[in-house]
C-alpha cells in the first residue's frame, strides 16, 4: 500500500487536537470557546543576559504588521503523530508506556562534563556540523574548542575586549564567528586560531551571530536594534546590508535559505526574505531570548521571558503550543528541537533541563542539570545527544544510554 503523506507539524497537531476533543463535545456543548489574547505594552522590561550583564531596554509599541508566515514542520521518526482516533484515545497506562518508550530515547542521561570551571559564566556552546567538537563562549572573553569525549580543549581564541555572547559556526566547520560585549563579530579559522576578518559598525554590544548555508554571509543582531549582513568572501568591512526594521534589541537571530528569522525584546518575531526584502512580523507581547526554526523551516520555536516557550505557524502566525513548567524571566536562555522535531527542550534559572512533548505539550523529563542558570542547549546533528552551558561555568554533554559501570 502507499505510504500516506507526511503532515506538516500545523496540521498534525490540528487533527490530534480535533481527535482528542471529541469526548468532550457533550461536555463543550452550549459553552463558549475560550481564547487568548495578549495584549500589555511594555513601557519598560528588565531583561539580564548573564547576572554580571544587567540591561534595562526600552521597548517601543508593538508594530502592527500582519503575522508571519511559519512553513510546515517534518513528521516524526520517533513518534507517530498520525490522526489516529484509537492512539489519542488510549488509556492513561498506554499513554504512559508510550512515554516511556520515548523517554528511552531523549538524551536525559550525562555522559561527561566536558568543562567545570567555576566561576567562569558559559553564554554559548555549539556543537560542529559532524558533531565531533563542541565550541563555548564566556564572560572571561574567551572561546574555547573541546573534545567532549576526552574533555580536551582543543584551542583556546583569543580577541574580544569584552564578554563572548553568541557562536556560529560554518557548515564547512573551518571557520566561526563570535561576537560580544565589545560591539565586535570577529570571523576565525579554526586551525590557526587567527582572525579573518574583524566586522565593526555596530554601535552597543552583538547578542547573536549566525552563518547562511553556505558559509558565505555572516549576519549579527544588536542591542542597537539593527541586523547587519557582512560578506565573508571579501576584504570589505563594512555590512552589504542593515536591516533596521526592529525597534528594540535583537536577542537572536536564524538564517535559513534566503528565510532570516529574527527574535527582539519588543516581543517580536520578524522574518526577512533577504532576497526579496520583504518582511512579515508576529507580536507575542513579551520579550524574546531566543528563536529557532524548525527543521524544515515551517515552524518557528520562541523562548520569552514570561516562563513559555512557543511554537508558532510561520504561514499565519498561529500560536501551535506553548510550553511552561520552566522558569525563565529574567535572563537569556536558548532553547531548542530535536532532530525529529518530536520534543522541545530548554534550560531554566533553576539550573534544570526541560524537555516537553512537542504534540502534548506535556513535560515528558526534567533534569538536574547545573547548579545556576542553564544558559545555553545546543543538540547534537546526527545523535541523540546534546550539550548544556551553564552561568555556573560548567560544560556538560548528555546521551539517550545510562553510563555503563
Known sequence: MPQPPLMSIAATLAAHRKNS??????????????????????????????????????????????????????????HDYSPNPSLSSASGSIKKNLSASFVQLLPIFQDQVVSDATGTQINACQYNSTGEYILTGGVDRTVRLWNPDTRFCIKSYEAHGWEVLDLAISPENGKFASCGGDKTVFLWDVMSGMTIRRFTGHTQRVNTVDFNDEGTVLVSGSYDATIRLWDCRSNLRAPIQILEEPKDSVTSIELKGSDLLAGCVDGSIRIYDIRKGSLITDQIFEPITSVAFSSD??????????????????????????????????????????NSDAHVISGSEDGKIFIWDLMEGAIIHEIDAHSKIVSAIAYHPTQDRMCSASVDGSIKTWTSQPATA
Open 297 to 338: 523551516g515551517n515552524c518557528v520555536l520562541a523562548s520569552s521571558l514570561d516562563d513559555t516557550v512557543r511554537l508558532m505557524d510561520r504561514d499565519n502566525g498561529t500560536l501551535l503550543n506553548a510550553y511552561k513548567g520552566h522558569k525563565n524571566n529574567q535572563y537569556k536562555i536558548r532553547s531548542c528541537l530535536d
Open 21 to 78: 476533543d471529541k469526548p468532550k463535545k457533550a461536555q463543550a456543548a452550549g459553552g463558549a470557546q475560550q481564547t487568548t489574547s495578549t495584549g500589555s505594552s511594555h513601557n519598560q522590561t528588565h531583561i539580564q543576559l548573564f547576572p554580571s550583564t544587567v540591561a534595562s531596554i526600552t521597548s517601543s509599541t508593538p508594530l502592527s504588521v500582519p503575522p508571519p508566515k511559519p512553513q510546515q514542520t517534518r513528521a516524526q521518526e520517533l
